[in-house]
């Protein structure tokens, strides 16, 4: 069966601090890895990431993705109380569907 | 561009009722829209799969008879939860794809549904 797990499931943190968000995912037919922040309503789209060692940037976030050891690290620098969210992986698969991760919560307090 | 929107945003109602659920993307034709559900503090759950003008595929322990989906144009798809019951109660999200999916999912908005 497929499966996407995220660690921590809750992390707190104050800000100005660095966190690493995991993920690994046993799934077949495997395409890409995507992450998602959800503040209360739909996802939004961060990365996606479809080869191994390349990371991805976006101002103080970033992602890296590991094929051979099925996972993938999230790490946002000098967090700020904006970034306080769901932080959501998914895979995405052959079949074009996407499957999620159980999500960390992450809350940054001033 | 690429934006889906979902309508109501909240519903509240009494458990044997149905529920409709409408997912409208904006300025794109959606030709693959999908139907997920989440549970507080859960992940995200794909309940089914929809094309347009065809029957939805629907994931392994989603009952399609209480489930109802209709793709009835490339930019509409609903979903309607018959009798609906307090188990029922959670926070459905749709996503539309101009193609067949995987990455190019946008998102709409989500609608909480409660059921007392």
């Known amino acids: 069966e497929d499966k996407v797990v995220q660690s921590p499931l809750s992390l707190v943190v104050h800000e100005g601090d660095t966190v690493t968000l995991n993920c690994s995912y046993e799934?077949?037919?495997?395409?890409?890895l995507l992450w998602y922040k959800q503040e209360k309503k739909a996802p939004t789209f961060l990365f996606m990431l479809?080869?191994?060692?390349i990371e991805k940037k976006s101002g103080r976030l970033s992602s890296i993705l590991d094929k051979k050891e099925l996972f993938s690290i999230l790490n946002i620098t000098a967090t700020q109380t904006g970034d306080s969210a769901v932080y959501l992986c998914a895979v995405s698969t052959q079949t074009d569907k996407l499957i999620f991760g159980t999500g960390t919560r992450l809350q940054v307090f001033p | 561009g690429a934006v889906v929107s979902q309508h109501p945003s909240w519903v509240i109602c009494k458990s044997g009722t149905s529920v409709k659920i409408e997912c409208r993307s904006l300025d794109f034709q959606a030709t693959t829209m999908f139907w997920y559900r989440q549970f507080p503090k859960q992940s995200l759950m794909l309940m089914a799969t929809s094309n347009e003008g065809s029957k939805a595929t629907y994931e392994q322990g989603v009952e399609k008879d209480k489930f109802l989906i209709n793709h009835a144009s490339l930019t509409l798809s609903t979903l309607t939860v018959t009798s609906a019951h307090p188990e029922d109660s959670s926070f459905y999200i749709c996503?539309?794809?101009?193609?067949?999916?995987?990455?190019?999912?946008?998102f709409g908005p989500g609608t909480r549904l409660l059921v007392l």
């Open positions: 799934v077949t037919n495997f395409r890409s």
């Open positions: 479809t080869s191994s060692g």
């Open positions: 996503s539309a794809a101009k193609d067949r999916g995987g990455e190019t999912q946008y």
